[in-house]
């Protein structure tokens, strides 16, 4: 990889592990301080607010940032115009859909008021544009003063179980800030921002299509989650969505590379550079196999002791559906890689639109049969790895003449091996070694994790470290 794809692999990583930092570092208080009880209100009430986030963007943060990597500088501030315009348009009309929808919800009103600040900075969002431009070390360092305010403000103002209205409050201004600061880089850059309505047309039709793929996503984790808490409470649906928060965490990492390399990959299938376009497709799924599946053996080797370390010992039956929601790390990681990657930027939008319904009906049946066989908060999670599996087969099928099934095949068995190894190693010394701090038992596992996965790459001589090796070879 080049030393330019490098940086913009590490600002993404450093920019998406900022973004989720705040749950990162505040989870285990926030859980000790609003309980199972609270977490699971939150969680709820949340459910709802993305649903309505998913209406102001729809599927433009996708669309923006390929558009952003095909044009020139020469008609940017037009084109930032337009798409901004109708961000603006549909942040207006649905906010004004969820002022009703508060005025005929009779439960906690007082809270969904104070959403408002979420979704309001949702539809100020402009990181399409620096991840279009792969520029995202510009805003990197505000974001993370921003978080830091944040983690700052709710370790001095929540202090009781009936600080939840303040921390619903303090994460709304604090995402304010940060896309008010965003958003000025990026008109500076632009030069300015016009708003517009007759153009905006020509958008709409890619930004609709490509809104079934968040809108879904979304939608069959909300829908899971009103279910879960129909069956069984909304104490089970903050036992799954810590799980969830911390499956997030750990997919950030994974596709991180996807957001680098999309920009890059819709200028060469606009260039018609074909050879290069399937070159990194195939770099990634093989870089995505290498990083997930020890990521998801981790996870069963560490999940007991972290997550009782991290989120207190009230939260310890998020460790049986965190177990399961690891086995999605591979799975989900490779079918953003040939969604995004590939059939978004030939503008196959419709066949990648296909593969994601199919996979969320899935999943959301699923969620529903194993809540009749009361799994509890396992059924969510169980569900979402079904139905991302199905999304993943469906797709490969969709690129069978430019990536073959033994390809991944190949990848996936080798670097489960590796992974088992490591495996053992870290099972092996968690019995040989007596380490009382769970901090320091953890922090031990990781080193002999990496230690011994790499020392598999290194003796097989595996081809994907000469390729990170190359760092100043054009792309």
Not at 25 to 35: D, F, H, K, M, W
Not at 123 to 133: I, Q
Not at 136 to 147: G, H, T
Not at 300 to 318: C, K, R
Request: glycine share 6%; with cysteine; aromatic share 14%.
């Amino acid at each position: 990889m080049s030393h330019k794809l490098l940086r913009n692999y590490g600002s993404i990583l450093v920019y998406q592990f900022v973004t989720i930092l705040t749950p990162l570092v505040t989870t285990p208080y926030i859980s000790r301080i609003l309980g199972p009880k609270g977490i699971g209100l939150e969680a709820y009430l949340y459910s709802f607010i993305q649903l309505f986030s998913l209406l102001i963007l729809l599927g433009l943060p996708m669309y923006a940032s390929k558009k952003i990597a095909e044009t020139d500088e020469r008609n940017m501030n037009q084109l930032f115009s337009e798409l901004f315009s109708f961000q603006i348009i549909m942040t207006g009309a649905t906010t004004s859909l969820y002022g009703l929808f508060i005025f005929y919800f009779n439960q906690h009103q007082f809270l969904l008021v104070l959403y408002l600040f979420t979704l309001i900075s949702t539809g100020l969002d402009t990181s399409w544009y620096f991840v279009g431009k792969e520029k995202i070390s510009a805003i990197m360092w505000r974001n993370i003063a921003v978080r830091v305010c944040n983690i700052g403000a709710i370790f001095l103002f929540i202090q009781t179980s009936n600080d939840l209205w303040k921390y619903i409050l303090i994460n709304g201004l604090t995402l304010f800030l940060g896309q008010f600061l965003t958003g000025s880089i990026a008109l500076s850059e632009v030069g300015g921002f016009t708003f517009v309505v007759r153009t905006i047309g020509q958008h709409i039709s890619p930004i609709v299509l490509l809104f079934v793929v968040p809108s879904m996503l979304t939608l069959t984790l909300s829908i899971n989650k009103l279910l879960l808490e129909n069956f069984n409470g909304a104490v089970e649906v903050g036992v799954f969505n810590q799980a969830y928060k911390l499956y997030v965490i750990a997919i950030s990492f994974i596709s991180a590379l996807t957001s680098v390399l999309m920009p890059k990959m819709s200028k060469y299938y606009t260039t018609g550079d074909t050879e290069r376009l399937k070159k990194y497709l195939n770099f990634s799924l093989r870089f995505i196999s290498g990083l997930a599946l020890p990521m998801t053996i981790g996870v069963l080797v560490m999940a007991p002791q972290f997550v009782s370390w991290f989120l207190g010992e009230e939260f310890s039956e998020v460790m049986n559906p965190l177990v399961i929601i690891s086995f999605s790390f591979v799975f989900k990681g490779l079918s953003d890689v040939i969604g995004i990657q590939y059939l978004v930027v030939s503008n196959k939008n419709k066949e990648y639109a296909l593969a994601v319904i199919v996979g969320a009906v899935v999943t959301s049946s699923c969620c529903f049969l194993f809540l009749q066989l009361n799994f509890k908060a396992q059924a969510p999670a169980l569900a979402l790895f079904v139905g991302t599996a199905v999304t993943l087969l469906i797709e490969l099928y969709q690129v069978r003449k430019v990536v073959s099934f033994m390809f991944v095949g190949k990848y996936l068995i080798k670097y489960a091996v590796f992974s088992l190894i490591m495996g053992g190693c870290m099972w092996g010394a968690s019995r040989s070694i007596e380490i009382e701090h769970t901090s320091l038992y953890l922090v031990t596992q990781v080193g002999v994790g990496v230690i011994s996965y790499s020392i598999c790459f290194i003796l097989s001589k595996d081809p994907l470290i000469q390729l990170i090796k190359r760092k100043k070879r054009e792309i």
